[in-house]
């Protein structure tokens, strides 16, 4: 469907694509050119959303520290990027993939948030802060992050009053449970969890599929731990080449609880359980 356009974009003719691509869902394939260059397509129905991951690779390439796929060209229909071929891990690559990623943390920006709001699953994810939401993460992350969520989570049926009272504590006691550990913000991929790295040809970390903004990095590092997290030398070298501050491991079920009504909007019910726990492991404090 788009093999004309994509070939202007290219400048070069595919010899191999799909039969068609299929505007009504998201997909993604590996096509090649005449002079034999291999590119990755992302694909699906129009929107911004293309847009806006290439902003966010390429917001990661700026920072030199940790490798992104290059962006060939975006429309509101596709993405594409250079394919990177798989390599092999070695026994070192989760301590460099820790050190790189802390490192990328290291980059920073005067204001939270991000100049567009982006996508974050098949969620909306804002980014666009006003007020004192520029300059005090607590704001940020109350108002852009937890509150945003459940509110689509009240529309979807979703907010039962376990999570209402969890999410009631929370507005009041999130600056408390913030408190000592504030920092400048920093860039982050925004969803990184196991699906969204892979292992270059020369065995280097490379990151996919983000989610971009500036934030506090603790809620990057809460990603990585959803999902049975990343092994311990990952963690290991990273608290090396970028210390955390005190208490880091009681504040990242508040992080955790964002991506989790996330999921609980995108998947439904299933999280709900773990989203009352989660919202509800602070309710002492107030």
């Not at 567009?116 to 804002?126: A, L, P, R, T, Y």
């Not at 992350?141 to 999410?167: D, H, P």
């Not at 982050?188 to 990151?207: F, K, M, Q, R, T």
């Not at 009681?250 to 989660?278: M, V």
Request: proline letters at 3%; hydrophobic letters at 35%; aromatic letters at 14%.
């Amino acid at each position: 469907m788009y093999k004309e356009e994509i070939e202007k974009l290219l400048g070069e003719s595919l010899v191999n694509h799909p039969l068609s691509f299929d505007n009504l869902y998201i997909g993604n394939h590996i096509i090649t050119t005449e002079g034999g260059k291999r590119y990755f397509i992302k694909y699906g129905p129009k929107s911004k959303r293309f847009y806006c991951e290439a902003n966010g690779i390429q917001e990661i390439a700026k920072s030199g520290k940790i490798r992104v796929p290059r962006v060939a060209c975006c429309t509101h229909n596709f993405i594409i990027t250079e394919l990177i071929e798989r390599g092999i891990y070695s026994n070192i690559f989760f301590e460099n993939f820790g050190k790189s990623f802390a490192m990328m943390h290291k980059e920073s920006a005067s204001e939270f948030g991000f100049f567009e709001d982006n996508f974050i699953g098949e969620s909306v994810q804002k980014n666009i802060a006003t007020g004192s939401e520029k300059t005090t993460w607590c704001e940020f992350y109350i108002n852009k992050r937890l509150m945003f969520q459940y509110r689509m989570a009240e529309k979807n049926g979703y907010a039962s009053k376990s999570l209402t009272n969890g999410i009631n504590n929370l507005e009041k006691s999130l600056s408390k449970i913030l408190q000592d550990s504030e920092e400048p913000p920093s860039l982050l991929h925004g969803d990184l969890w196991s699906g969204n790295y892979l292992c270059g040809p020369e065995g280097e970390a490379v990151i996919i599929d983000p989610a971009v903004y500036y934030g506090h990095r603790e809620a990057d590092l809460a990603m990585t731990m959803i999902f049975g997290g990343f092994p311990q030398k990952f963690y290991d070298s990273y608290r090396t080449e970028y210390p955390l501050k005190p208490g880091w491991e009681s504040r990242i079920n508040i992080y955790k609880l964002y991506h989790i009504l996330n999921h609980l909007n995108i998947f439904g019910r299933g999280y709900l359980y773990e989203a009352e726990i989660l919202a509800n492991s602070y309710i002492c404090i107030n």
